[in-house]
């Protein structure tokens, strides 16, 4: 009895001590902890600005906006906007265009990326470093400088106004080749000495072992690619010149007049909230391969 006495006597004293370091410390985490929420909310808020007071333009009548844009502040609202986005067939077109642009240009990035990375990461082959620094000076060159020798060699092969034309210039991706090459080097060379002591093949020890490692750096490079074909204005501008063809960035800005701001700026905004959904999906559906890529690189075991 006296030692279950002291046991509980001890135990009780345990706990009181927990309660007082649990009083004595947990005030200042707490103070930090919601100091820090609330300004992450608040930066949030001011990122968000811009798109929310798009998405609340969308949602009023360009009379309405034609008085000033401070009548989005007060009722009424209406879907309009959207209504008149569905009646058109040339921006379903244009969104058509862009998923297949986009998404055509993502897998080609994800395949020759990952082939790429593979083969400077775990082959040997001649002149390797040169033409891993040769592939790296890429990201130096600015589209703008090579822009008239594309033009003319498009229009030579006659590329222009076509799914290819608008695909192939995007296939250049040297940080593409660059992040799967650090990816696959960063994965132990044990897993492909253990897969060749298997008769495994080089491509069968790529595409069942060291492929799906990778998951987190292809979805990173995948959403990447697509944010940046999706929302690519320059080059679609200049090798899209027939409507039909057109992406939804280029439709956009050519349904704009010099009246836009005063007459059109409702439906404006709603077509530009209409071709960000898709954009916002894709980080909805893979915001958990993001997180993990983006810390994975931080946190080592």
Same mark, same amino acid.
């Given at each position: 009895?006296?030692?279950?006495?002291?046991?509980?006597?001890?135990?009780?004293?345990? !706990?009181?001590?927990?309660?007082?370091?649990?009083?004595?410390?947990?005030?200042?985490?707490?103070k930090?902890?919601?100091a820090v929420l609330i300004f992450t909310v608040l930066l949030s808020l001011l990122m968000l600005a811009p798109f929310l007071w798009t998405l609340g333009l969308s949602f009023k009548s360009n009379q309405e906006l034609m008085m000033g844009t401070e009548t989005v502040f007060r009722f009424p609202y209406t879907l309009k906007n959207y209504l008149n986005i569905m009646e058109s067939s040339a921006v379903f077109g244009w969104l058509k265009n862009s998923l297949i642009v986009s998404g055509c240009m993502t897998l080609?990035?994800?395949?020759?990326?990952?082939?790429?990375?593979?083969?400077?990461?775990?082959?040997?082959?001649?002149?390797?470093?040169?033409?891993?620094?040769?592939?790296l000076m890429g990201l130096a060159v600015p589209e703008?400088?090579?822009?008239?020798?594309r033009h003319q060699l498009f229009s030579e092969f006659g590329l222009h106004n076509t799914y290819l034309g608008l695909i192939l210039p995007g296939l250049s991706a040297p940080f593409g080749v660059?992040?799967?090459?650090?990816?696959?080097? !960063?994965?132990?060379?044990?897993?492909?000495? !253990?897969?060749l002591l298997d008769n495994a093949s080089r491509f069968k020890i790529f595409w069942k072992v060291?492929?799906?490692?990778?998951?987190?750096?292809?979805?990173?490079?995948?959403?990447?690619?697509?944010?940046?074909?999706w929302n690519d204005y320059f080059w679609p501008l200049i090798s899209a010149t027939q409507k039909e063809m057109f992406t939804l960035?280029?439709?956009?800005?050519?349904?704009?007049?010099?009246?836009?701001?005063?007459?059109?700026?409702?439906?404006?905004?709603?077509?530009?909230?209409?071709?960000a959904i898709p954009i916002i999906l894709v980080y909805i559906f893979f915001q958990k391969h993001i997180v993990t890529a983006v810390s994975g690189g931080a946190v080592k075991q």
């Open positions: 009895m006296s030692q279950a006495k002291i046991m509980n006597s001890g135990l009780q004293i345990s !706990a009181s001590d927990t309660e007082k370091q649990l009083v004595t410390h947990n005030p200042g985490v707490t930090t902890s919601r080609g990035v994800l395949a020759l990326s990952s082939l790429t990375g593979y083969a400077f990461a775990r082959l040997e082959f001649p002149f390797k470093r040169m033409l891993f620094v040769v592939i703008q400088a090579v822009i008239i020798a660059f992040l799967m090459t650090q990816f696959f080097k !960063a994965i132990p060379k044990e897993i492909d000495e !253990a897969a060291l492929l799906p490692l990778t998951l987190p750096a292809q979805a990173t490079l995948g959403i990447l690619t697509f944010l940046t074909s960035t280029v439709g956009i800005a050519s349904s704009q007049s010099n009246f836009a701001q005063s007459e059109g700026l409702g439906f404006l905004s709603s077509q530009a909230i209409f071709s």
